[in-house]
């Protein structure tokens, strides 16, 4: 018994100096981005595989915690952060939706890329997996009230290639990036916004 003992520990003690591993290098990839700027493309798919919706678009991010998210094909909506709330606005529905940021911390990805990358261990349990041309981090979120049950974030060398939300009912979400630009000066007044005059507005 003893000896079981001692090697169950001695595994999850090697697990834990893993995951802590995986955590100061993506923390350290992270930091390196100042800022982001990107085109995406975003295929959500059931657990069987099948595609439910394709949208592309353009991102921005910029530390601490401003981001933009703008779906252009096949609608148009708009994801703002700047830094105190997120705003979601949906040009066709008319609709502006706005919560605190705090509320977002775990259902945003595009807050990890934003935000303070020191505390994204404290959210969430960190691996590693390598391949011949990419390093892939597994994110699992340590709440388990979160909407999404893993994060796959990948990166090419130092830049930011791809990520992968799954959620408990195994539906997944594909998320690419091309035309990645790092570090460039993004002004600050592209994360403000103030909703139209006709448009519903949606506290919560």
Request: hydrophobic residues 35%.
């Given at each position: 018994m003893r000896i079981l003992t001692f090697i169950?520990?001695?595994?999850?003690?090697?697990?834990?100096?893993?995951?802590?591993?995986?955590?100061?290098?993506?923390n350290a990839l992270l930091e390196k981005t100042a800022s982001m700027s990107a085109h995406f493309e975003q295929n959500t798919l059931d657990p069987k595989g099948k595609s439910l919706q394709k949208i592309e678009g353009i991102m921005q991010v910029k530390r601490p915690n401003l981001f933009r998210w703008d779906t252009t094909k096949p609608f148009q909506q708009h994801i703002i952060a700047n830094g105190d709330v997120v705003w979601v606005y949906?040009?066709?529905?008319?609709?502006?939706?706005?919560?605190k940021l705090d509320k977002q911390v775990a259902n945003t990805p595009a807050l990890l890329l934003s935000g303070d990358s020191k505390k994204i261990a404290t959210s969430f349990n960190i691996s590693e997996e390598k391949s011949a041309n990419a390093t892939t981090f597994v994110l699992k979120p340590k709440d388990?009230?979160?909407?999404?049950?893993?994060?796959?974030?990948?990166?090419?060398?130092?830049?930011?290639?791809?990520m992968q939300l799954k959620d408990s009912l195994g539906q997944k979400t594909d998320i690419f990036f091309s035309k990645v630009q790092v570090?460039?000066?993004?002004?600050?007044?592209?994360?403000?916004?103030?909703?139209?005059?006709?448009v519903d507005v949606i506290d919560e």
């Open positions: 169950t520990l001695a595994t999850l003690s090697g697990l834990t100096m893993a995951d802590e591993a995986a955590s100061k290098k993506l949906d040009p066709e529905l008319q609709q502006a939706t706005k919560q388990k009230e979160t909407v999404f049950e893993s994060l796959r974030v990948t990166f090419n060398g130092s830049t930011l290639n791809s570090n460039g000066k993004i002004a600050s007044s592209l994360f403000q916004f103030t909703p139209p005059k006709d």
